[in-house]
């Protein structure tokens, strides 16, 4: 059968690398700029199963950004067993996460590290950036 009308609107296997040691699952990719188009869009979704730093510098970003952290369980992602730990601002504000939330970092907030300190059971973390090119600035006092 030729090609479906509509195929080039589905991106199958969007699986990419793992990006730390610590990780044992794949996770899922869609990258705007590289994989739509250019569409300002990046949503980068991860279950971490091992406690680790994932972000170790503070940096910014030119683009509104938002973090998700949901409990494994996918029937019920209120249920959240872990303890993650966020810095937001040039003061270092730290922000411990031991429930589902979603985190808002608007372009130029000053963010990171972000360290994955206790997980007792998976959790599910999505990085959402409205951008087609994912960049970091780093941040120094």
């Not at 406690?51 to 029937?75: A, C, E, R, S, Y």
């Not at 992602?77 to 003061?91: I, K, N, P, R």
């Not at 007792?120 to 959402?128: A, E, M, S, W």
Request: glycine share 10%; with cysteine.
């Amino acid at each position: 059968m030729a090609g479906l009308k509509y195929d080039k609107y589905i991106k199958k296997s969007p699986v990419g690398p793992k990006r730390h040691v610590e990780q044992t699952a794949d996770i899922m990719n869609l990258r705007g700029g590289h994989d739509w188009g250019g569409i300002p869009l990046n949503i980068r979704f991860e279950v971490i199963d091992n406690p680790f730093m994932m972000i170790t510098d503070p940096h910014t970003h030119t683009f509104d950004q938002f973090l998700g952290f949901l409990g494994g369980n996918v029937m019920d992602a209120l249920d959240f067993t872990g303890e993650v730990e966020f810095y937001m601002g040039e003061e270092m504000e730290k922000h411990v996460i031991t429930e589902t939330c979603i985190i808002h970092i608007p372009p130029g907030l000053v963010h990171g590290p972000l360290n994955f300190k206790k997980i007792d059971r998976p959790i599910r973390f999505y990085d959402i950036a409205l951008t087609a090119e994912y960049k970091r600035t780093n941040f120094t006092k």
